[in-house]
């Protein structure tokens, strides 16, 4: 949950720094550049479904409150847009980067009975990182809007064809369900983060 909440966290404040650094100032305003995760907490996604997987071993799935972008701002609206979009997911896998490599250096103490030891805790803290932020990096650019692989890639298009993908965002969740449910979206996630946590381990 600490883990969890912490890379959420880091993931919204990427969003609103870089639109901070690209000309858009509504998040700063609203206090969004922080660490702080009072102001990223969205109650349903941050609090509730986690505690719900917890407790009854659910697929964990959970969210912040999403960073408003205002595109009037930004010099470049569409490059800029996409770039902010795509700042969310690096700064999962920065944290999943740094993770691994304190994981690589640190020596990690084995635990014997009455010799309790802080590296056993905190290596598993760092692994948790490292599989957790790829998940959400790898999740977050499901090409699919809302999400942010679906910004980047509505970014990427030739505006007649972005317009017609932007069609599908008011569906996007409900296509996201779908796919859950039908257990599609394992094709999409197991892959990639295979492939990830292999390099990074």
Avoid: C
């Avoid at 922080?34 to 349903?44: A, E, G, Q, R, Y």
């Avoid at 959970?62 to 972008?69: D, E, F, L, Q, S």
């Avoid at 800029?80 to 690589?104: E, H, R």
């Avoid at 598993?124 to 999400?147: K, T």
């Amino acid at each position: 949950m600490i883990v969890l909440l912490f890379s959420l966290t880091v993931h919204e404040m990427a969003h609103a720094w870089s639109a901070d650094r690209l000309g858009d100032p509504t998040a700063r305003l609203l206090g969004r550049v922080s660490l702080n995760p009072i102001v990223h907490t969205d109650f349903i996604g941050t609090i509730v479904f986690p505690l719900i997987a917890m407790v009854s071993g659910a697929p964990l799935l959970g969210w912040a409150k999403p960073v408003p972008v205002n595109m009037r701002y930004l010099h470049h609206p569409r490059r800029d847009y996409m770039l902010v979009a795509a700042a969310g997911p690096a700064s999962n896998l920065v944290l999943a980067v740094s993770a691994a490599i304190v994981l690589a250096i640190m020596p990690v103490s084995p635990q014997t009975l009455d010799q309790p030891t802080v590296t056993v805790p905190l290596a598993a803290i760092l692994s948790q990182l490292i599989r957790l932020n790829v998940l959400l990096a790898v999740f977050n650019m499901i090409p699919i809007p809302p999400l942010d692989g679906g910004n980047v890639v509505g970014g990427l298009l030739p505006h007649r064809l972005a317009n017609g993908f932007d069609a599908v965002r008011p569906y996007g969740f409900m296509l996201l369900y779908v796919l859950m449910l039908t257990g599609r979206l394992e094709y999409l996630l197991v892959p990639p983060s295979r492939l990830l946590l292999s390099w990074l381990q």
